[in-house]
């Protein structure tokens, strides 16, 4: 079956660096997206990766490693308002995109 | 650009009724649009995918006579909840593609449904 795992909830101060890991086991694969939910509103998309390595950018950055199915969404220089859900979702060779359940990210002062 | 706009963004209604949500796409042509629910602390879950001037595909449990979906036109695609109950209540949220080739999802604000 298709699965991608992602931590439930992770805790981080403001100003600090978070790293947020997502694995994923899927048939096919068209890239990975991050995408940032606030509580009550739709994603918005952050980062898409469909070859291997880091794609920074500003504050964000994402990593891929499709022989690890691997990737991770790093947040620097954390504010208040990064505080949200972070959705990882792998585009399968359907082209349908496979959600993580999401990560809760809490920004403490 | 790539705005995609979803009416009503709430919505109260009487259960045994049926709701209409619109979500549009406003400054490009969306081949493709997708339809998914969320329930509080969980993920999205895909209900349905839609093409324009077909049919649209269901995810396997959702009900296609009780979630109609017609994509009439490149810029419009609408969910109908047929006779809606209190567990319908949910997070609707609909997103659009320009096309095959550009893979990524543009989401509406979603509309939160709730069925009393």
């Known amino acids: 079956g298709q699965n991608i795992d992602q931590p439930t909830e992770m805790t981080a101060t403001e100003g600090a660096i978070v790293q947020i890991n997502c694995t994923y086991q899927t048939s096919g694969f068209n890239g990975l997206f991050w995408y940032q939910q606030h509580a009550g509103e739709a994603p918005t998309f952050l980062s898409y990766n469909v070859l291997d390595g880091l794609e920074e950018k500003g504050r964000f950055s994402s990593f891929l490693s499709r022989s690890k199915g691997y990737s991770y969404l790093l947040l620097k220089e954390l504010q208040m308002k990064d505080s949200a859900s972070y959705l990882c979702?792998?585009?399968?060779?359907?082209?349908?995109?496979?959600w993580g359940a999401g990560t809760k990210l809490i920004i403490k002062p | 650009g790539a705005v995609v706009s979803q009416h009503p963004s709430w919505v109260i209604c009487k259960s045994g009724t049926s709701v209409k949500i619109e979500c549009r796409s406003l400054d490009f042509q969306a081949t493709t649009m997708f339809w998914y629910r969320q329930f509080p602390k969980q993920s999205l879950m895909l209900m349905a995918t839609s093409n324009e001037g077909s049919k649209a595909t269901y995810e396997q449990g959702v009900e296609k006579d009780k979630f109609l979906i017609n994509h009439a036109s490149l810029t419009l695609s609408t969910l109908t909840v047929t006779s809606a109950h209190p567990e319908d209540s949910s997070f609707y949220i609909c997103?659009?593609?320009?096309?095959?080739?550009?893979?990524?999802?543009?989401f509406g604000p979603g509309t939160r449904l709730t069925v009393l």
């Open positions: 997103s659009a593609t320009p096309g095959a080739e550009y893979n990524e999802q543009f």
């Open positions: 979702a792998v585009m399968d060779s359907n082209y349908q995109l496979i």
